[in-house]
């Protein structure tokens, strides 16, 4: 009980810290676990609760260890793509997209939908912030458009794709409950209805608003080449024109790779690609030595920003499960649910996956949780494919959880806060929930109950 209540407090504590503002995420992130990790383990002394095993050193470096790959990952993926952006290969894209809108934000917001949903199909929250940052920010910033439209749009494309087997929470699902690849069929419905949802619902939503705010600017053809030309002559010495076909095919091929890999498991992970992509990248565009030097040390800040709010996350995980506590609230799922819900059970686990895998990474809600919940279902007649369904559904929320590195990329390239921006994307992806629940209903994934 006392662990339980540990658990939620911490939760509670956390998310309150960063709402208000009063703690930076990476401060928060390390400082509200290690104090509720110490109040743990001090009762597990006083003899209050069950013997904590370990000591908060082996926690926090389990934790790393977890988030190590990724955090190593992205380090890479921003020098690469940051390397990219100063040789110039985007600009011709930034260019042709300013001359496609001529003034008009809603069609630049409909293609932010259309590309991130696109690029999503590996799965990689990075990669899709890597290009979609890469690409667009550019014209947002030009046209002074609303960058956090940017961020939910980016962010709802993302989750909604991340559920393809290959994705993360997908791939767990299927492993934990021994089911195959069919499971696909009963997601695609609600998957394509969320796509189409954001892209001529919301993206035309925002755009709306930006339009009475920014109206729609006729440009000139004088007035478009001022726009997408670059008069700064420190940014002209970086640019690469010459070498912008080699960069355009060492991009796609990195990217087909990545995507490749998710389905063939080619030994090529993400971290050696983006890895070997950097050295290439630096070698063709900047040979001079120095040159490498001063790409590597001016992009270097907003990779390492980053990736120690990756360690930090990891700090988080484990500290939150190594001392119990994750495992506490996981039980404390199934006792707060009264019998009389047992055949709603599929409704219930999809309710419950929402904040389960919003405060729980997905390995310790897939891993811990579930198995719990599934059992239960079982017993009630509920079969494991419907289980499995079920524990995606929470899906929706999970990208906007401050336990998922990659947002902090997004949030770091974009400038965005992240409580505003957890709030701004939230009323959106309660109805992305809500499609993935009906439709999972209504072609029979999950019955909506089973008598008991």
């Known amino acids: 009980m006392i662990l339980t209540i540990l658990a939620y407090a911490m939760i509670i504590v956390f998310m309150v810290i960063i709402m208000k503002k009063k703690m930076s995420p990476f401060t928060a992130l390390v400082a509200i676990p290690?104090?509720?990790?110490?109040?743990?383990?001090?009762?597990?002394?006083?003899?209050?609760?069950?013997p904590i095993k370990g000591n908060i050193g082996d926690f926090v470096l389990d934790g790393i260890a977890t988030t190590s790959t990724t955090g190593i990952m992205l380090l890479f993926a921003i020098l690469y793509f940051s390397i990219m952006l100063d040789a110039g290969l985007f600009d011709p894209v930034t260019k042709k997209m300013i001359q496609f809108a001529k003034g008009d934000p809603m069609k630049i917001l409909i293609a932010t939908a259309v590309v991130a949903a696109t690029v999503s199909m590996n799965?990689?929250?990075t990669t899709t912030t890597l290009i979609c940052c890469t690409a667009f920010l550019p014209i947002y910033k030009k046209l002074n458009m609303n960058i956090m439209n940017f961020g939910v749009l980016v962010i709802m494309q993302n989750t909604i794709m991340n559920l393809l087997p290959w994705g993360g929470p997908t791939a767990r699902a299927m492993s934990v409950l021994d089911v195959g690849a069919e499971i696909l069929g009963y997601l695609l419905p609600g998957m394509i209805i969320s796509v189409l949802f954001v892209i001529f619902i919301v993206a035309p939503s925002m755009g709306r608003k930006e339009r009475a705010r920014l109206g729609i600017t006729n440009f000139t053809d004088e007035e478009l080449e001022k726009l997408t030309s670059i008069s700064d002559e420190e940014t002209l010495k970086l640019r690469c024109p010459k070498n912008f076909i080699f960069n355009a095919i060492l991009t796609i091929l990195l990217i087909v790779l990545l995507v490749l890999d998710s389905f063939l498991s080619l030994g090529l992970p993400p971290l050696l690609l983006f890895l070997l992509g950097t050295v290439i990248a630096l070698l063709v565009n900047y040979p001079n030595l120095a040159d490498q030097g001063k790409r590597i040390s001016e992009n270097a800040g907003d990779a390492v920003s980053v990736v120690i709010l990756v360690f930090a996350a990891g700090v988080f995980m484990g500290l939150f499960q190594e001392t119990g506590m994750a495992e506490a609230l996981a039980v404390s799922f199934t006792k707060i649910i009264p019998n009389q819900l047992a055949g709603f059970w599929g409704m219930v686990i999809a309710i419950?996956?929402?904040?389960?895998?919003?405060?729980i990474s997905n390995d310790g809600f897939y891993y811990g949780v579930l198995p719990v919940l599934a059992e239960a279902g079982r017993s009630y007649g509920f079969t494991n494919m419907q289980l499995a369904l079920a524990s995606l559904m929470g899906q929706a929320f999970h990208n906007i959880s401050p336990l998922v590195a990659f947002i902090y990329l997004l949030l770091r390239l974009t400038g965005l806060d992240l409580?505003?921006?957890?709030?701004?994307?939230?009323?959106?992806?309660?109805?992305?929930?809500?499609?993935?629940?009906v439709t999972i209903i209504i072609i029979g994934g999950v019955p909506l109950y089973i008598s008991q």
Do not use: C, N, Y
């Open 352 to 359: 419950i996956s929402a904040p389960g895998t919003f405060f």
């Open 34 to 50: 290690t104090v509720f990790a110490l109040i743990a383990i001090g009762f597990s002394q006083l003899g209050l609760i069950d």
């Open 123 to 125: 799965g990689d929250g």
């Open 419 to 437: 409580g505003e921006w957890q709030k701004s994307a939230a009323k959106w992806l309660v109805i992305v929930f809500i499609i993935f629940v």
